[in-house]
């Protein structure tokens, strides 16, 4: 079982988009639909914001969107701002009640 | 609202045992289909899902730590537990404990998380 693929960094400028990819097995992101993303700043827990591919909880901006294609996932966050600044990390279900998460992704709001 | 809070020592010497535990408010450790997480995170690196505890006391780890994982329920105080056999330094994390609804469901609220240091 291996951690999901992540690049580890991504930027933009404040009202731009960006797209951070995490690939994974037909295993774990291309079998199932239970990749979730999370969110995490500097010394804080990781939240919650994309779960089941592409579903946002309750109180996280539409402006976070998250698709699949193939052994692909990818979470998009369009109209940067500076707060959206921080690690960002995959997670996808893997099978036999297990789960992997990626590398992380740090994104830099220039 | 539901609350998660870790607690234990945060230093252990090598080959020693690690045990940490995960205090939960606003929901009840017996609540039927919840599956009670841990996580952790080395220094500056990634996330890794260790394993939980569902239905009273079945578990699940992942493969590369199951020979020295062990996750137990105290209903009773409303808390799970993490144990971690003959820890390296590799073990030093911080580590997590989160709730996922149901089996599928994600980890969601987590832990303010607790820094262990595997050192002599």
């Known amino acids: 079982q291996s951690a999901l693929t992540q690049p580890p960094s991504a930027s933009g400028s404040p009202g731009q988009s960006v797209t951070i990819s995490c690939t994974g097995t037909?295993?774990?992101?291309?079998?199932?639909?239970?990749v979730s993303w999370y969110q995490q700043h500097p010394g804080k827990s990781p939240k919650l914001m994309i779960y089941?591919?592409?579903k946002r909880p309750s109180g996280v901006p539409d402006r976070f969107s998250g698709s699949k294609s193939g052994n692909t996932a990818s979470l998009t966050v369009s109209g940067l701002q500076a707060e959206d600044e921080a690690d960002y990390y995959c997670?996808?279900?893997?099978?036999?009640?297990?789960?992997?998460f990626g590398g992380g992704t740090k994104v830099t709001v220039l | 609202q539901v609350q998660l809070q870790e607690s234990g020592p945060g230093q252990v010497k090598p080959s020693q045992t690690l045990s940490l535990t995960c205090t939960v408010s606003g929901d009840s450790i017996s609540t039927a289909y919840a599956y009670w997480t841990w996580i952790r995170q080395p220094p500056g690196k990634g996330l890794e899902w260790i394993g939980y505890?569902?239905?009273?006391?079945?578990?699940h780890y992942t493969p590369s730590l199951k020979s020295r994982a062990f996750i137990s329920i105290d209903a009773s105080k409303n808390q799970f537990s993490l144990t971690l056999n003959s820890v390296t330094a590799a073990d030093t994390a911080v580590y997590y404990c989160a709730r996922a609804t149901t089996r599928l469901a994600p980890f969601d609220p987590w832990g303010q998380g607790t820094l262990v240091t595997v050192s002599s």
């Open positions: 505890s569902y239905d009273s006391g079945r578990t």
């Open positions: 997670n996808s279900y893997a099978g036999s009640s297990t789960w992997v």
């Open positions: 089941e591919v592409n």
């Open positions: 037909s295993s774990d992101i291309g079998g199932y639909n239970y």
